[in-house]
RNA sequence: GUCCCCAUCGUCUAGAGGCUCAGGACUCCGCUCUUUCAAGGCGGCAACACGGGUUCAAAUCCCGUUGGGGACGCCA
């Protein structure tokens, strides 16, 4: 059997982490087993519908990788289809008109909450006769739900759930506007997409035990279904936007990196042994939706930048280039000019050996490109007072005379050597040079950055502090 | 309220009856290296929610309790 799968996102808002780890796990299954996965967007709520949320989705997937075979099915251009299933189970007597109103179901949902009934649609419709109808009310069409007895799913994920019947209501497929609801879309779209296995949230659990209900109305064959835990927020409960946690897309601009967003998502509820850093080819050679765990994982910053510091320090220093860029055109408001780069890409070993994330590299490099004279913080003024600022002159007036080659090794044996004619550490000659040359009293090697920015800029920073 | 699910260090997890007085990763704290900061190396703190069973033996199986989460829309 061929395995298809699918991500079914409804384009209300962003993507964010819990779709894309849903996304991932369907990518990762179907590649495993040989089969496909799909995209497919829930668009069939024109209310809530945005193309901008589309967009948003699109760009979030396609920035983390996740890419599906063939064409996008937007659920919205099927609609002649669901409404055809709709009237078939109609015909069947699988489904019913219902002639109530919003504010009828209200009060019903208010009194039976205050009975302790289970809250949903009493089925006063069911079996009443349509010819009682009021007058002026467009009906919804229900399905006529099986009642007795109970339904088991085998979850992938989940294990066996058993659920009596009588606690499912019969839900409407058909709005009083004639357009399908979810609950109908989904099951008549899984079945013509020909979809062996349902990989979702388990905030779906329960409506799987619903549309088994309208696989069975209509004869079909169920899908596998795997119900993933959700994804929580640091305080324990269901990721929202209280956290703070907005699209995917966020994480870019925090200047995270999109392998190290899957690889940590992945991480989330399946593990291969002690496996933290692995590739999405390695995820897919060992991922089973069988090993995905039943609890919800908290989502954690922390461990996301660990990683993301691992990918880092591996990235080739031209893609880093382009990457940070950005960050630092923005952080100094202005264009990098070609020396600056030159500097900057010369800098890029150590500098993403000190980063974690593009933002934290990208203001570590600042100094490299910030136009003379640059800025000292606090720390770098207390530095280059009394004490610091005499070292300095003896600094400057010596390198300025010196012949040799202006280069790390060279420098720093100068240095060491000027150190010990001095009587002085090397760290005492070091510390101000560095507060100069970078205005920070932390730094990669400062022989290294005074290298990089070269002799002339060089000694210009050492007497603009001077000055 | 009704139903469903979950439960190993602070967090992510390994563990599918004896190999475990529970292993790894992140965080935190030491030490080391060192011109600063990192990285690296070494080390440390830290968990089987609780109570009953079953068994020669339970983190692992069963029941209960507690705690947490989720679902109950003419949303998806």
Not at 21 to 35: D, E
Not at 62 to 88: C, M, P, T
Not at 265 to 289: C, K, N, P
Request: charged share 25%.
């Amino acid at each position: 059997m061929k395995v298809v799968t699918r991500f079914a996102p409804s384009p209300t808002g962003f993507l964010h982490v819990g779709g894309a780890r849903t996304a991932l796990f369907n990518l990762l299954y179907a590649r495993h087993c040989g089969g496909s996965f799909h995209l497919r967007i829930e668009d069939t709520d024109p209310l809530r519908s945005k193309a901008a949320s589309i967009d948003a989705i699109l760009a979030g997937l396609n920035w983390l990788n996740i890419l599906w075979n063939g064409d996008i099915i937007f659920q919205s251009k099927r609609y002649n289809r669901h409404i055809e299933v709709a009237y078939d189970l109609l015909k069947r007597g699988a489904a019913y008109y219902c002639y109530c109103t919003m504010q009828e179901l209200e009060e019903m949902r208010v009194a039976a909450k205050n009975a302790g009934r289970p809250i949903g649609y009493d089925g006063r419709w069911r079996d009443r006769d349509p010819r009682e109808a009021p007058q002026g009310v467009r009906p919804t069409i229900r399905l006529r739900v099986q009642r007795e007895g109970e339904t088991i799913l085998d979850d992938l994920v989940q294990g066996r759930v058993t659920v009596m019947n009588k606690q499912l209501d019969d839900m409407i497929l058909l709005r009083a506007d004639a357009t399908p609801t979810y609950m109908l879309s989904v099951v008549v779209d899984d079945h013509d997409m020909g979809v062996t296995h349902v990989i979702r949230g388990d905030d779906h659990l329960m409506n799987a035990f619903r549309q088994a209900q309208i696989y069975q109305a209509m004869g079909w064959e169920r899908p596998l279904f795997a119900h993933i835990p959700l994804i929580h927020g640091p305080d324990g409960t269901k990721l929202s936007k209280r956290h703070g946690v907005l699209g995917v897309e966020t994480y870019r601009k925090m200047g995270f990196l999109p392998e190290a967003v899957c690889n940590y998502l992945t991480r989330l509820g399946w593990s291969h042994g002690d496996m933290e850093i692995f590739t999405t080819e390695q995820a897919v050679t060992w991922f089973d939706v069988r090993d995905v765990g039943r609890s919800a994982a908290r989502f954690d910053i922390a461990k996301l930048t660990a990683i993301n510091a691992h990918y880092l320090r591996r990235k080739d220093d031209s893609h880093l280039m382009r990457l940070a860029l950005p960050h630092i055109e923005s952080l100094i408001g202005m264009s990098v000019e070609r020396v600056g780069r030159c500097r900057l890409e010369a800098a890029m070993p150590s500098l993403k050996l000190r980063a974690r994330t593009i933002s934290e590299l990208a203001k570590a490099a600042l100094f490299y490109v910030q136009p003379r004279p640059i800025p000292l913080d606090e720390k770098a003024c207390q530095q280059l007072a009394s004490v610091g600022r005499a070292i300095l002159t003896i600094l400057a007036e010596h390198l300025a005379g010196s012949v040799r080659v202006w280069e790390a090794q060279s420098l720093e044996d100068e240095i060491r050597q000027l150190a010990i004619e001095q009587n002085l550490t090397l760290g005492a000659l070091a510390r101000p040079l560095r507060a100069a040359l970078t205005g920070a009293v932390v730094s990669p090697p400062i022989f290294e950055v005074a290298q990089i920015l070269g002799r002339e800029e060089s000694l210009a920073r050492l007497y603009d502090v001077l000055a």
